[in-house]
């Protein structure tokens, strides 16, 4: 399976902060159609996985533009610029190019 | 709206099943697939499988051949997942998702504890 790791682990930030997460896979998660199943997911507290960026740029529905991606191949950045309270939860990376889909460990933000 | 309403919580014997279901509303069942989902503690996300909701064709993470069987009753738009000779190691929250190319809405979960 492919291995995807996140880091880091936490991250303590105040709000208005900009702040990065790293994912990175052990195969390139380009499929055979040319693209990139690389995905991004936010679980607020006590709530399940929200769908935050598909194939690693595109916002999910309703998702403020504060948040974006960036990568390719094996290396991929989710961002978020000016962080609000009703950010702070656990992101995870998801790659669905290659089967089974597999997740990050997580990367937890919470406030300083 | 899209929704995924999935049944409650299930407290289990150890080598007994459990059956948990994920009822779709607010779009066309069968133009998507439907995915589970483990979350412990321990082991995080853990894909199990999905089910082509149109078809019933299935695929399964090789970890949960065996563990988990995927069904579908189209009529009432619900997808149904089967957990079998269930163990300690079983005792987590599963999750429904509708999947395409992505899993883009999530149901609530169900908590499975498997306890004697």
């Keep these: 399976d492919v291995v995807m790791t996140q880091t880091p682990p936490s991250l303590s930030v105040a709000i208005g902060q900009s702040v990065s997460i790293s994912c990175k896979s052990s195969q390139s998660l380009v499929y055979s159609d040319g693209k990139t199943y690389l995905h991004w997911l936010l679980q607020s507290p006590g709530q399940s996985p929200k769908l935050l960026i598909y194939q690693v740029s595109n916002l999910g529905s309703g998702v403020p533009d504060r948040f974006s991606g960036t990568g390719s191949q094996k290396d991929f950045t989710l961002k978020i610029s000016r962080v609000e309270a009703e950010d702070l939860g656990v992101y995870y990376c998801v790659q669905a190019t290659h089967f089974p889909n597999t997740f990050g460990a997580g990367t937890k933000l919470e406030l300083k | ?116």
Excluded: H
Excluded at chain 2, 5 to 14: D, F, N, T, V
């Design chain 2, 1 to 116: 709206q899209v929704q995924l309403q999935q049944s409650g919580a299930e407290l289990a014997k150890p080598g007994s099943s459990v059956k948990i279901s994920c009822k779709a509303s607010g779009y066309t069942f069968t133009s998507y697939y439907i995915s589970w989902i483990k979350q412990t503690t321990g082991q995080g996300l853990e894909y199990i499988g999905y089910i082509n909701t149109g078809s019933g064709g299935t695929n399964y993470n090789e970890k949960f051949k065996g563990k988990a069987t995927l069904t579908v009753d189209k009529s009432s738009s619900t997808a149904f997942m089967q957990l079998s000779s269930l163990t300690p190691d079983d005792s987590a929250v599963y999750y429904c998702a509708r999947s395409k190319l992505f899993l883009d809405y999530w149901g609530q979960g169900v908590m499975v504890t498997v306890s004697s």
